[in-house]
């Protein structure tokens, strides 16, 4: 019994002199890690009340269950003005997850490639498929709204250019970067995009829906000449993502442009002030579509205010980006603190989405960050 409770004073001492030393925003690091180990990969749960005995109709406005409610899961850098002075940080980083279970309110990785439906059916005894997968995400999509409403409109109505971060639940890992790391890095994006830009979204080589591609084409050429701008600005190669780049049009929303190019919106990271971001997001609630293509509309939409991160130099978003295991990412190991390093740029990256077929590397890369 003596020697148990030495062995537990022991690692006790270990793990505190660890968080001593570790660098500001290393504890997200692992934070993150361990919500991508803790990925059930689960096709979402019907959400509402309704009767299962007898066809009911449009179940879409019927009552949500208890437990499909979503909140927002505050993520601290650890930063002096949080751990000193007990005040909010200065960039409030968060994600929505399903309120009870903590868990991603969105359709698993292989959603996206048709590998699964994302979400519980119910066939009633008459033979009516009612709700329908589709239904069960849609609705599940307008919950995470919901949940992510009230904390941007809690900033918004204190202080309305709050910067903040919206990124995916337990599909995202943290780079390491302290909250003066996270404001340069999009800053200089903003200043490489256009005095007017408020938002940064982060970018991706395929586009989702794949649909969307069609859309990019009408602006091709002012886009093309923005993400070469940017990139110029990073010095940074054009054709940087032809390296990584593994798509297949075989493949459902996997088609890339030729040559690849890393170059679409993706809904998994958001920046900008928090009344900005509630603007573009504020159509969930009725939209019929994807989040992804809400997000890619508004962009498309709004080029003077929204940009993306070409050089992926605050975010990188990995689907189709593992080329026979060679990806823009590694993790690195510098003084004891583990993190993210961009490869074409040589410098951390702060977030890295796994989104669509990348979710297995960022596991793995999961499971070295927490070792």
């Known amino acids: 019994m003596a020697l148990a409770a030495l062995r537990a004073l022991f690692a006790g001492a270990l793990s505190a002199a660890a968080a001593a030393t570790r660098a500001e925003g290393g504890d997200l690091v692992v934070e993150l890690a361990e919500r991508v180990l803790a990925n059930r990969q689960e096709i979402l749960p019907i959400p509402w009340e309704f009767s299962v005995e007898r066809d009911v109709g449009y179940v879409g406005e019927h009552p949500i269950l208890e437990n499909s409610t979503t909140e927002v899961k505050l993520s601290s850098l650890g930063t002096v003005r949080e751990a000193q002075d007990g005040l ?15 868990q991603p309110p969105a359709p698993p990785s292989s959603f996206r490639t048709g590998g699964t439906v994302g979400g519980m059916e119910y066939m009633h005894l008459n033979g009516v498929v009612n709700p329908t997968a589709d239904l069960t995400v849609w609705q599940w999509q307008r ?4 949940g992510l409403r009230k904390w941007l409109e809690f900033w918004i109505s204190r ?7 919206v990124h995916s639940h337990g599909d995202v890992l943290y ?17 490489a995009s256009g005095s007017t ?14 649909d969307m591609g069609w859309a990019y084409q009408r602006w091709n050429e002012s886009l093309v000449n923005r993400t070469r701008s940017i990139l110029d600005s990073y010095g ?24 690849p190019r890393y170059q679409y919106a993706n809904a998994g990271f958001i920046m900008g002030p928090a009344n900005d971001v509630f603007d573009m997001l ?19 939409a709004n080029p003077d205010l929204v940009t993306l991160d070409y050089p992926g130099t605050l975010v990188l978003s990995l689907h189709n980006m ?13 003084g004891g603190n583990k993190s993210l390093r961009n490869k074409e740029t040589g410098q951390s990256v702060c977030f890295v989405h796994g989104n669509g077929n990348s979710f297995d590397v960022i596991k793995g890369w999961a499971e070295q960050l927490t070792a």
């Open 88 to 102: 909010p940080p200065n960039i409030a980083v968060g994600a929505v997850a399903i309120k009870d279970v903590d």
């Open 143 to 146: 919950n995470k709204w919901f």
């Open 159 to 165: 202080y309305p250019e709050k910067l903040v971060v």
């Open 175 to 191: 780079g390491g970067c302290d909250e003066a790391t996270l404001q340069y890095k999009y800053d200089s994006l903003v200043a």
């Open 197 to 210: 830009t408020k938002i940064v979204l982060a970018a991706e080589v395929s586009p989702y829906p794949s």
């Open 236 to 259: 940074v190669s054009h054709s940087w993502a032809e390296t990584y780049a593994n798509c297949s049009a075989s493949i459902l929303n996997s088609q890339c442009s030729q040559p």
């Open 282 to 300: 504020s159509g969930l609630s009725t939209y019929p579509g994807l989040e992804n293509r809400l997000v890619n509309e508004y962009f498309l």
């Open 322 to 334: 593992v080329n026979n295991g060679n990806s823009p990412v590694e993790v690195v190991t510098t």
